[in-house]
């Protein structure tokens, strides 16, 4: 199919606007008003959701919001949804369009593509393969995967048949995955024999045999050679790894079946996957949600506010989506859901910076340069990584096609934003002083320095000297969506994202539960959203997801849309663990966790998952860790360790203890810092106080964070206050 003629782009919050106009009457004068009708008429906004979108059931649903209670929200009782149904329904117009479905290139250089065809076959055969094993509609299936074309095909497989999926990545180590996937009991196992990141191989034979002994309810595993590459090496893979099945093997099937296979439509509420979220006790949260709150709320974040659309539609042609994400984040989750929308997705597996002999922070936007890709996204912390290193985007290739910078995982810091912004001026200037005048731009060489900009939004941009699209978002893997968002007609100001996003009824509370403007107060949500989690595995009359998100007010306090307080029997509001900022305009800055969860590039993790692996050394009696990531600034995690008698804390104990981090969590979460203290703070029902300490290491006055009565050890604390003043001198110059 050839390209359509390019016209002026339209952005498609707009084309949503537009709809609701056209289909149901409805006109509002600025964003403002749009949300707030968002977050108050619940059942108009998410049924517009629903036809706007053209999601399909065989069954209608008797209602939208049956249930407005949280937790346990009842949503589109009646309606029957598949993930996968979704992802299909591109597979014919995308092809024919001339599109693939995957782009993936890795540290070794092999790209490769993915047919929207070849998609669903492998789809079907590995679906089929889990149903011969007896895989039924609600068993769990885990993964122990990478960043690549596979672990897409697992997940649709897994998910098309009802199964649950849930993924681990595979830099994390043995103790951390099967904290996770001892509490799922999966009956199947799909894992690799490796990865390559920062230029090394790393085998994981030895972990996927270690995570089957471990886990007495897999029946079955299916290996994916990922390292091993040669016939030899690969029977020699699938050998040690025996008894298991050959992943190859088990999409390899082309038959009538296989041609036949359809996603099992399924209740609204039908578990999806399961994703993993710490807090600061106990083991990681195994959190569940459903198909059609994911298909929702994921579509609602990529398409209206992220502005993603489907490359084979006018007005986005050749859309191509790249999120840099491991398995291990929830943007995995995010970017594999351009799927549903009909979208090429362009995905990378290694570290974005290159190696450490060899750091190099081009290689993302090197891709993108190759491959066209028109939305970007990366953690924040990649963009500060790259300002550092001075990266100059115009010896990087043809970046014209990038019409939006998506960033998350921690607050983008102003300098970080303006450095983007100016990067990208200076490619548009360029581009358009090369154009001939009359509004097209000169021909040039394939992989010219300023190549004719193949996007119709880059295009106009360009013309109109106008700067690069930002869109900053703020979510959880908790909900796996997005409570702050951009939306592409909004202003911009570096280091803030642009608006609360679309059914999100957000604000932030102070101490007394009173919604403030222009201060920072804690992040809830005050409405439930689809997505929200069904359980979690294994909480007993739902204790867990109470104390993880609704314990903090009282329930019926904010309940009432618009604002005011319901009976209690409406449920609390959901405290998400962010201190949030609104400014009057509607802006909205994140200012790192409320709570004491270690949030290290966009991964979270509890703080008793650390504690687990450097405790387990017979040289440390205690430990304390406080990550003091706040608002852009670059993250800082120190770990304090309390050493038993006759030892010290010198490079050789340094290295062991940030081993035995790297071995059972991953290489993200080894502190910056190893410092030996006499002793860790506690309270008088010894609990750690790593909150009041992470308050006084930001520059809080020791009096307002802690009280010294309430502590079992109050001598420590001056401690703890001079090592906090000379890290601020240190920081002052």
Not at 526 to 544: A, E, K
Request: net charge negative.
């Amino acid at each position: 199919m050839s390209a359509p003629a390019q016209a002026p782009y339209i952005p498609q919050i707009r084309l949503y606007q537009d709809w609701l106009a056209r289909e149901r009457g409805l006109r509002f004068a600025d964003y403002d008003a749009l949300w707030r009708w968002s977050t108050t008429d619940l059942d108009a906004f998410w049924q517009s959701v629903w036809d706007y979108l053209d999601l399909q059931s065989p069954t209608p649903h008797t209602a939208v919001l049956a249930k407005n209670v949280m937790p346990g929200a009842v949503w589109f009782p009646g309606a029957q949804v598949n993930y996968a149904r979704q992802v299909f329904r591109h597979v014919t117009p995308a092809h024919a369009a001339g599109f693939p479905a995957v782009i993936s290139d890795n540290e070794k250089g092999r790209r490769r593509e993915l047919s929207w065809p070849e998609l669903r076959r492998q789809v079907g055969s590995l679906a089929l393969h889990l149903q011969a094993q007896g895989v039924k509609p609600g068993d769990r299936v885990a993964a122990y995967l990478p960043n690549i074309p596979e672990t897409m095909v697992a997940f649709l497989a897994v998910v098309s048949i009802g199964a649950v999926w849930s993924v681990c990545a595979p830099d994390m180590g043995t103790n951390a995955v099967l904290d996770r996937f001892k509490q799922i009991e999966p009956v199947a196992l799909i894992a690799c024999d490796g990865v390559t990141y920062g230029g090394k191989d790393h085998d994981r034979l030895a972990v996927v045999a270690e995570l089957r002994a471990a886990l007495p309810t897999v029946r079955h595993v299916i290996l994916h050679t990922n390292l091993a590459e040669d016939p030899a090496d690969i029977d020699r893979a699938l050998e040690t790894a025996q008894p298991c099945a050959d992943f190859h093997t088990a999409t390899a099937r082309h038959d009538a079946a296989v041609q036949a296979f359809e996603p099992l439509w399924l209740p609204f509420d039908h578990p999806l996957w399961i994703v993993y979220s710490s807090g600061t006790t106990g083991l990681p949260k195994p959190i569940v949600h459903g198909h059609g709150g994911i298909l929702l709320v994921m579509r609602t974040m990529g398409a209206l506010h992220n502005d993603v659309g489907c490359s084979y539609d006018p007005n986005s042609w050749g859309e191509r989506y790249h999120w840099y994400s491991s398995t291990g984040w929830v943007m995995w989750n995010a970017q594999i859901a351009g799927l549903l929308g009909g979208t090429t997705c362009v995905i990378y597996d290694g570290n974005p910076g290159g190696s450490k002999e060899h750091p190099d922070w081009t290689v993302l936007w090197r891709l993108a340069a190759r491959e066209g890709v028109t939305f970007f996204g990366a953690g924040a912390a990649f963009y500060a990584n790259c300002m550092k290193a001075g990266v100059d985007l115009s010896a990087c290739g043809d970046l014209s096609a990038v019409r939006a910078l998506g960033t998350t995982g921690s607050p983008l810091s102003e300098d970080a934003q303006n450095w983007g912004t100016a990067q990208f001026r200076k490619l548009w200037d360029a581009a358009k002083a090369a154009s001939r005048g009359d509004g097209e731009f000169s021909a040039g060489p394939p992989q010219a320095e300023f190549a004719p900009p193949r996007g119709a939004a880059t295009r106009a941009a360009a013309e109109r000297g106008g700067d690069i699209w930002w869109c900053n978002i703020s979510g959880g893997t908790d909900f796996a969506g997005s409570f702050i968002g951009g939306v592409r007609d909004l202003p911009q100001t570096p280091g803030r994202m642009q608006c609360r996003q679309l059914g999100a009824a957000v604000e932030a509370w102070d101490e007394q539960g009173r919604p403030v403007t222009d201060a920072v107060g804690e992040l809830v949500c005050t409405q439930p959203i689809p997505s929200m989690p069904l359980y979690f595995v294994g909480d007993t009359n739902h204790q867990r997801l109470i104390s993880s998100y609704f314990d903090m007010y009282p329930p019926g306090h904010g309940r009432k849309p618009g604002g005011g307080d319901l009976d209690a029997s409406a449920g609390a509001v959901w405290r998400h663990g962010d201190w949030l900022r609104i400014f009057p305009d509607g802006s909205c800055v994140i200012y790192g966790r409320s709570d004491a969860t270690i949030n290290r590039h966009g991964l979270r993790m509890g703080t008793s998952e650390l504690y687990s692996a450097v405790e387990a050394l017979p040289e440390v009696l205690d430990s304390m860790v406080v990550d003091l990531e706040y608002l852009g600034r670059e993250s800082f995690m120190p770990l304090f360790v309390v050493l038993r008698p006759g030892f010290a804390l010198d490079d050789a104990l340094s290295t062991k203890i940030a081993g035995a981090i790297r071995t059972a969590l991953s290489p993200r979460f080894v502190p910056d810092q190893i410092v030996q203290v006499a002793e860790v703070p506690r309270t008088l029902s010894g609990k750690k106080q790593e909150l009041p300490i992470k308050k006084l290491l930001l520059g809080q006055p020791l009096e307002k964070v802690i009280n010294r009565e309430a502590m079992a050890n109050p001598g420590c604390l001056d401690w703890y206050q001079e090592y906090s003043r000379k890290r601020a001198e240190a920081a002052q110059g």
